[in-house]
Nanobody
Framework: EVQLVESGGGLVQAGGSLRLSCAASGFTFDDYVISWFRQVPGKEREGLSCINRGDGSTYSADSVKDRFTISDDRAKGTVYLQINSLKPEDTAVYYC???????????????????WGQGTQVTVSS
């Protein structure tokens, strides 16, 4: 059974940094995509970044690529999202998602990902 567990969220002041973690287990494939999305109540889930665990290539949305960095620690089975220069508008629930049948190379589509974590809340105070 595929499991994704996010952690690392919390309350942080504007300008600060956070590193979110997504611990992944249960995949039978070595090559799959892990992505990060976020959602604010009443709005669509927004795709942020993704990484191909097979070749390590990544993609980040233009809106966040200057401040968000996705990385992978294969030994720990964990993918990270480093968020710098946090802004109040970054306040959201952050989700990681995974799928073995997509390739990370462009804008993320929620419906393409079959496995999701429970989310971690990030709150940025001004």
């Amino acid at each position: 059974e595929v499991q994704l567990v996010e952690s690392g969220g919390g309350l942080v002041q504007a300008g600060g940094s956070l590193r979110l973690s997504c611990a992944a287990s249960g995949f039978t494939f070595d090559d799959y995509v892990i992505s990060w999305f976020r959602q604010v109540p009443g709005k669509e889930r927004e795709g942020l970044s993704c990484i191909n665990r097979g070749d390590g290539s990544t993609y980040s949305a233009d809106s966040v690529k200057d401040r968000f960095t996705i990385s992978d620690d294969r030994a720990k089975g964990t993918v990270y999202l480093q968020i710098n220069s946090l802004k109040p508008e970054d306040t959201a629930v952050y989700y990681c998602a995974a799928d073995p049948f997509v390739y990370c190379s462009g804008p993320l589509v929620r419906e393409n990902f079959g496995s999701w974590g429970q989310g971690t809340q990030v709150t940025v105070s001004s």
